[in-house]
């Protein structure tokens, strides 16, 4: 039988391959605004946004690293701006 979508998600973090009962949260990126959100997976809106980035995550524990590495990010944009060796 063709047609049903079998949709393979594995957690950008860690690699875990999605569970049909695990509760997974989607970290949704705009590439061109400074910001991350982070959504149940079941509530992310369909069809997707092409524009944006959809990260998926395993648990919390994949999204705090996530989160850290986004704050990481930003703390090095700041230094950048910040920085003007004066
Ligand atoms: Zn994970």
Same mark, same amino acid.
């Given at each position: 039988m063709e047609g049903m979508e079998v949709t393979t998600i594995? $957690? %950008?973090?860690c690699g875990t391959l999605? =569970?049909?009962t695990n509760h997974w949260i989607v970290a949704v990126i705009h590439?061109?605004?400074e =910001? &991350? *959100?982070?959504q149940p *997976?079941? $509530? &992310?809106?369909t069809p997707r946004n092409p524009e944006l980035i959809y990260k998926g *995550? $395993? =648990? @919390? %524990?994949c999204s705090q690293k996530e *989160? #850290? #590495?986004w704050l990481d990010d930003l703390k090095r944009c700041f +230094? +950048? @701006? =910040?920085n003007e060796a004066a």
């Amino acid at each position: 039988m063709e047609g049903m979508e079998v949709t393979t998600i594995r $957690c %950008g973090q860690c690699g875990t391959l999605k =569970g049909e009962t695990n509760h997974w949260i989607v970290a949704v990126i705009h590439p061109d605004y400074e =910001g &991350i *959100l982070f959504q149940p *997976l079941e $509530c &992310i809106a369909t069809p997707r946004n092409p524009e944006l980035i959809y990260k998926g *995550l $395993c =648990g @919390q %524990g994949c999204s705090q690293k996530e *989160l #850290q #590495q986004w704050l990481d990010d930003l703390k090095r944009c700041f +230094t +950048t @701006q =910040g920085n003007e060796a004066a």
